[in-house]
């Protein structure tokens, strides 16, 4: 299992950037994708962006396409989230979740992914 700790968050107003760090507190073994989802509460959480760490491959939900960009550290096990023009659509909790082997199902299913973060709120005021 591995153990991710997400950070980065906090308040902005319109407009502004926040960058999203997804570490891991532990040794990590393999790794097929890490993917950014957020959740408000009363609905289930959303695909944000994703990362395949062979080809560096990116996807993105259509709401932040343009807006966000994902990347890696790969000597330091750690993946981000670059937010600019933030709105206040974006306000929600944000997981980093990861994957240790390719299975069947899109990146924007949360069956795909075995490791989640506690989550770090991002919250944007008009």
């Known amino acids: 299992q591995v153990q991710l700790m997400e950070s980065g968050g906090g308040s902005v107003q319109a407009g502004g950037s926040l960058r999203l760090s997804c570490a891991a507190s532990?040794?990590?073994?393999?790794?097929?994708?890490v993917a950014w989802f957020r959740q408000v509460p009363g609905k289930g959480r959303e695909g944000v962006a994703v990362i395949y760490t062979a080809a560096g491959k990116t996807f993105y939900a259509d709401s932040v396409k343009g807006r966000f960009t994902i990347s890696r550290d790969n000597a330091d096990n750690t993946v981000y989230l670059q937010m600019d023009s933030l709105n206040p659509a974006d306000t929600a909790m944000y997981y980093c979740?990861?994957?240790?082997?390719?299975?069947?199902?899109?990146?924007?299913?949360?069956?795909?992914?075995?490791?989640w973060g506690q989550g770090t709120q991002v919250t944007v005021s008009s």
């Open positions: 532990a040794y990590i073994r393999s790794t097929y994708c």
């Open positions: 979740a990861h994957s240790t082997a390719p299975r069947p199902l899109p990146w924007t299913a949360v069956g795909k992914y075995t490791s």
